[in-house]
């Protein structure tokens, strides 16, 4: 599931082979996927024109065009952005799975842009739950997980749901999915269910910093999945501290796996 490091990667790669191509083609026939424009109002708006940069705050991504509309991209629970040159050479950022995807495997195209050097940039979803939409709203974001403050961390610490549950609340810190809650959570040894009022002014500051090296590490190490409690979110799955049983139940209405030992 893309999580903040696996969209920043989707970004990266849109930065570093996409920009500054003319777009001469646009597949927007996906009326799901880009919705609410009806087909071909998105290839209305593109076609002629270039990306001139890449942005992302938590899990949204958007590209500014030289001619004034923002794509915005998401890449729902399954997304990757495949980029691929008229040599067949590809690179790719996003969700880690390959599905057995061999280059050149376009099944699960939802969306397209082709560039007048024969390139093309596709969203690819099998679930389809991406979205792809011209000039999306931002303003419902909080700040970005990867770069707040310690400040703007304790204003979003505020009420009495459960701290997992906030960390979930995009409009509180925009990043955080399930998995890096629960890995964040374990990090700091704090009970995902504990109500964020009960949190301690020592705890609420290595939650920050636990909320920090975990995005780091997984920005480096190539994404959420390559963290040590990812793995163990399972039935059976241990402690990678102690190798104690997980325990598991909903949590703000998600899956959520936690250290009965010291996670208190």
């Not at 931002?138 to 310690?150: C, E, F, N, R, V």
């Amino acid at each position: 599931m893309p999580e903040l490091p696996e969209v920043e990667s989707a970004r990266s790669v849109i930065e570093r082979s996409a920009l500054k191509r003319t777009i001469v083609a646009v597949d927007d026939t996906d009326s799901y996927v880009c919705r609410p424009h009806p087909p071909g109002q998105i290839r209305d708006a593109l076609v002629g024109t270039e990306l001139i940069a890449a942005h992302r705050r938590g899990k949204t991504m958007w590209c500014d065009t030289a001619t004034g509309p923002v794509l915005g991209l998401h890449l729902g629970m399954s997304g990757k952005i495949v980029i691929a040159d008229a040599d067949g050479h590809e690179v790719d950022g996003g969700d880690h799975w390959e599905y057995g995807r061999a280059p050149g495997d376009y099944r699960f195209s939802r969306f397209a842009l082709t560039f007048a050097d024969g390139g093309v940039l596709r969203l690819l979803d099998p679930r389809r739950l991406g979205r792809v939409r011209l000039d999306p709203r931002l303003d419902d974001l909080g700040p970005d997980a990867a770069t707040m403050t310690g400040a703007q961390f304790a204003r979003a610490l505020t009420g009495r749901a459960p701290i997992k549950a906030r960390l979930l609340d995009q409009h509180a810190l925009a990043g955080v999915g399930n998995l890096l809650a629960d890995e964040i959570l374990w990090r700091a040894k704090l009970n995902p269910a504990r109500p964020v009022d009960a949190i301690t002014d020592p705890e609420r500051r290595r939650l920050y910093r636990a909320l920090h090296t975990t995005i780091e590490e997984a920005l480096r190490n190539g994404g959420v999945h390559t963290l040590p409690l990812v793995p163990e979110r399972r039935p059976g799955g241990q402690c990678p501290r102690d190798h104690t049983p997980l325990v598991h139940g909903a949590v703000g209405g998600r899956t959520t796996y936690w250290c009965p030992k010291h996670q208190l």
